[in-house]
């Protein structure tokens, strides 16, 4: 715990208790024939191709055409093939994700409901769509707060909304997976779907934010650094 | 053993003496008229439930990902892939099966990779002979691969 | 259409008649949550609107254990925040939380 008179040990080379157990749980899992090292190997690449960006897309469309955010209203998994995104075929399995299940809702905001996404029980988060979620999103924090005092969660993140807004929390607690699709913000007239999809960051498909003219990041914060960090090879 | 497996051995059980349960209560296997309704509950109840609950505000931080928890991910897709176990059995064994104590002090992907070698035991594709045998294997071939 | 392990369209129609329909109240039954739920205790004993029957499926507490023998109707109810919390400040009576229920869990209000 406490061990402030001991030096740090050295990190070069140093392999952590994870790693060890993750290459032996794999190495084990291939050995038995549970999965092939293949399969692993096409998952992982699987995963380099998520992000956000799908999902921004789809909002940008959707402010451009009535007709798409419609599609998006009642059928998510259906309006997410515009943007190249099949939830059934895209994944290496042809079945979809065992983790995601085929079934996304897109959650409309307008000038009165504003909405953000928590799941409370783990952190169920459209990864076909938005890739792996935020550490900030899998906290214990966020999940135990959101759905209480959203408005105090939101001020933290920099969003504050006036009382005739209703806040929805969308818990995403059993097969339905979510993303926010904020309103369209003043100032972005004769844009075009480049132009809108870069202000939808992650953070506004998540809720808590919503996109500006002029914004196309996250808001900074600070970012707890790997030992051993993923090499996108891409 | 080496004096610093000695080391580790005390400085473990005064760590664990750390972990305190949830409930800042007399908590050592009490008697069962200790127990009313309401500390039933609390103890057995689903710990990722947990919604609603107070806490104070903290710095969201961002995180980079480390290429062990992306393997991790993988392999546990893999396993529900393969049939091994579904979405809804791994988080019933990562975010509840694991206990209060390790659900909080775990990171997210630790508690994943917990459970896929543990799916493994339980269910006798391995036995934890293998397991323990496989660990130490590793672990002498990473150290090995150090020393060079 | 989806095959997946766990995907909902693999219980489409096996549920039979649903027993609620969008803009019903329910109130969310609180029943033993032993060892697994994915029913939030905080909505429960809450009342709430139906806003959409989303799919069928076997409910958590059965899936957990690779058990997909009873699929059910799973239902989106939306809560006013004032219901799940009273100390929820009155001038944001509007605020709400959405989140979804296998039929079990509730009973009409």
């Known amino acids: ?234 | 053993m080496s004096s610093s497996t000695r080391e580790e051995v005390l400085r473990h059980l005064q760590t664990v003496g750390y972990l305190q349960p949830a409930l800042h209560k007399q908590t050592h296997a009490p008697a069962p008229n200790a127990i009313d309704h309401t500390l039933w509950r609390a103890y057995t109840r689903p710990v990722h439930d947990i919604g609603g609950e107070a806490d104070v505000p903290i710095q969201f931080e961002e995180k980079e990902e480390e290429q062990w928890e992306l393997n991790t991910f993988a392999t546990c897709e893999c396993l529900a892939w393969r049939g091994v176990w579904n979405a809804e059995e791994r988080r019933r064994r990562q975010n509840v099966d694991v206990g209060q104590t390790q659900y909080l002090g775990l990171p997210y992907y630790g508690r994943w990779l917990l459970t896929a070698a543990r799916i493994l035991v339980d269910k006798q594709y391995v036995t934890l002979t293998e397991l323990i045998n496989k660990l130490d294997e590793v672990k002498k071939r990473h150290e090995q691969n150090t020393a060079r | ?109």
């Open chain 3, 1 to 109: 259409m989806a095959t997946g392990i766990g995907d909902p369209q693999c219980f489409k129609g096996k549920a039979g008649a649903s027993k609620f329909k969008e803009g019903d109240r329910v109130r969310v039954k609180d029943l033993p949550d032993i060892f697994y739920t994915r029913t939030m205790t905080y909505t429960r004993g809450a009342v709430g609107t139906v806003t959409k029957l989303v799919y069928e499926s076997p409910a958590a507490e059965d899936e957990a254990w690779d058990n997909t023998d009873n699929p059910e109707w799973f239902y989106s109810v939306v809560f006013k925040q004032k219901e799940l919390w009273p100390e929820y400040p009155d001038l944001y009576a509007n605020d709400t939380v959405e989140t979804e229920f296998p039929e079990r869990y509730l009973e009409s209000a």
């Open chain 1, 1 to 234: 715990m406490s061990d402030h008179d001991h030096k740090p040990a050295p990190m070069v080379d140093e392999v952590s208790d994870f790693e060890i157990l993750e290459m032996a749980v794999r190495e084990l899992a291939i050995e038995k024939g549970l999965f092939s090292a293949e399969d692993h190997r096409v998952w992982t690449e699987y995963v380099h191709t998520l992000g956000p960006l799908p999902a921004a897309r789809m909002v940008a469309k959707a402010w451009l055409d009535p007709e798409y955010k419609k599609l998006c209203d009642t059928d998510g998994v259906e309006a997410s093939k515009a943007v190249g995104v099949n939830w059934v075929t895209s994944p290496p399995t042809q079945f979809g994700t065992p983790s995601d299940y085929c079934n996304l809702r897109v959650l409309v905001d307008t000038p009165t409901v504003k909405h953000v996404v928590v799941c409370t029980l783990c952190s169920c988060y459209p990864r076909p769509i938005l890739g792996q979620s935020p550490e900030w999103y899998r906290t214990p924090n966020y999940r135990r707060r959101l759905v209480r005092w959203p408005r105090q969660v939101l001020a933290e993140f920099g969003l504050q909304l006036p009382s005739d807004v209703e806040i929805r929390v969308g818990d995403s607690n059993q097969k339905t997976r979510y993303f926010v699709m904020p309103v369209r913000p003043e100032g972005t007239e004769g844009w075009n779907e480049d132009q809108l999809t870069e202000i939808v960051t992650r953070d506004c498909l998540i809720g808590v934010a919503v996109p500006k003219p002029g914004v196309t990041s996250n808001a900074k914060r600070p970012v707890i650094k790997a030992i051993h960090p993923v090499h996108h090879g891409h």
